[in-house]
């Protein structure tokens, strides 16, 4: 069964850096993209990037480029999300995806960045 | 970026109705698309993948069909479970897009 765990809430000032992680099992987790895809409170979903495990190659969405990094471990199977001085503007739900014969979606992790 | 519109944004219905919400992409995207059904407080959960391929354990009331621009996501009759918002997305090229979603709400 393809899963994927992501970590805990996360409660964080602004200016702080921060790494959210999910970690793939029940599938080959270097041979598939993982998307990562952000929601605001009461909006819509928002494509991030993606990243290829395998050789890490990382594509990010215009929107976020500069913004975040994308990374991945493959030998824990596990990928990142990473700012490096948070705004309160990232307050949201990151969700991560992996496309295996249809997609599946990790639980989410809520980032509130809050002074 | 490819522009995803999804029609209505929202709509009310009874239990038992015939749903359909559309998709419609600014560009062709072959059969890249994928649709999602979201719960308030849940992670979404995959529907359809490939334009009209039911994702395994989803129930026969959901369908897809379409291919190049239009795409329709058709529940056949709605139960109070399937209350939610519903997204399509492209995944033929990037960035990858989601139309902004249709609510589903009871009459």
């Known amino acids: 069964e393809v899963q994927l765990v992501q970590s805990g809430a996360e409660l964080k000032k602004p200016g702080e850096s921060l790494k959210i992680s999910c970690q793939g099992s029940?599938?080959?987790?270097?041979?598939?993209?993982i998307a990562w895809v952000r929601q605001m409170p009461g909006k819509g979903l928002e494509w991030m990037g993606i990243?290829?495990?395998?050789?890490?190659?990382?594509t990010y969405s215009p929107s976020f480029q500069g913004q975040v990094t994308i990374s991945a471990d493959k030998s824990i199977s596990t990928a990142y999300l990473q700012w490096s001085s948070l705004k309160a503007s990232d307050t949201a739900i990151y969700y991560c995806?992996?496309?295996?014969?249809?997609?599946?979606w990790g639980q989410g992790t809520l980032v509130t960045v809050s002074s | 970026d490819i522009q995803m519109t999804q029609s209505p944004s929202s709509l009310s219905a009874s239990v038992g109705d015939r749903v359909t919400i559309a998709c419609r992409a600014s560009?062709?995207?072959?059969?890249?698309l994928a649709w999602f059904q979201q719960k308030p407080g849940q992670a979404p959960k995959t529907l359809i993948h490939?334009?009209?391929n039911l994702q395994s354990g989803v129930p026969s009331k959901f369908s897809g069909s379409g291919s190049g621009t239009d795409f329709i996501l058709t529940i056949s009759s709605l139960q109070p479970e399937d209350f939610a918002t519903y997204y399509c997305?492209?995944?033929?090229?990037?960035?990858?897009?989601f139309g902004q979603g249709t609510k589903v709400e009871i009459k």
């Open positions: 490939a334009a009209s």
């Open positions: 029940g599938y080959s987790f270097t041979n598939y993209w």
């Open positions: 990243i290829y495990p395998s050789n890490s190659k990382a």
């Open positions: 560009q062709g995207i072959n059969n890249f």
């Open positions: 995806a992996v496309k295996v014969a249809g997609t599946f």
């Open positions: 997305q492209q995944y033929y090229s990037y960035p990858w897009t």
